[in-house]
């Protein structure tokens, strides 16, 4: 009897728990507790993962939403002291499988709502005026680093191409096959950038060669690399990690 009730009562907090979790998640970040359990390997059924993960996430979400949820809606930047070495790789895949572009055949193709279609090559991406920025970024993995990127603003990149800035979304497809899309508020955001360099140094191929679009306000799998196409639409874009149950939208 004594043990049955410890039980109810333990399944009662969990059943709050869960509640609250969910409650702060749905909220704040548009995760559903389904998701979170997709992005952790957890199985749902079994109790002490579940409390276990629930605490991690409750723990790790805490921090995530004070690096993200700025009240500014700037995310923070860092001096040069701050940036972590080594950065971290991370893709669908293992480092010994990063695609390899090769940089003089490379062009940006452009589609959708753009008024200027043409492709960018390299040496004219790296001729537009360029900015700097020390971010952290944030994968949904449970990890975070700090970097610094340099590339165009993409705002200044779309005003220059004629995108339609009152279209929806911009969607990406990338050298190794990976997709994202994401708000043309987050695109137009003055920390979105469209970087060609990784501390200083042409990006190196695992880090996206020849180019990630750098979102500080959104999670790691936002930041598209290796990018070779982009498009402006209305048409709801999806993704390669969105079409698996991520939270589309992922930041703030
Ligand atoms: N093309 C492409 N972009 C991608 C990914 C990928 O697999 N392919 N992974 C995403 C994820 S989940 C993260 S955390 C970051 C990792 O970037 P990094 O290798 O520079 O740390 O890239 C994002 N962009
Ligand atoms: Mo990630």
Known sequence: MKKRSMETSLADHRGKLIRSIERRLFLKQGLSLGALALLSGCELTDG?????????????NDGAQAWLFNSTKLAPEYPESAITKPFP??????????????AASYKLELSGLIREKKPWT?????ALPQTSQIT???????WS?????????????????????????????????????????TALHPQTVLTFRFADQILPPKYGFPMK?????KLGFKNPKHITAM???NEYPGGYWEDQGYNWFSGS
């Open 136 to 142: 952290r970024h944030i994968c949904v993995e449970g």
């Open 231 to 233: 498009y402006v639409t």
């Open 145 to 185: 680093a700090i970097g610094k990127w340099s590339g165009v603003r993409f705002s200044d990149f779309l005003a220059r191409v004629g995108a339609d800035a009152t279209a929806k979304y911009i969607g990406f497809e990338c050298a190794d096959d990976y997709t994202t899309s994401i708000d043309m508020a």
């Open 48 to 60: 002490e993962g579940v409390q276990k993960m629930l605490l991690a996430m409750s723990r790790w």
């Open 213 to 217: 679009l750098r979102i500080p306000t």
């Open 122 to 126: 390299l040496p004219e991406l790296y």
């Open 89 to 102: 790789f991370n893709a669908y895949y293992g480092e010994d499988e990063v695609r390899l572009v090769d």
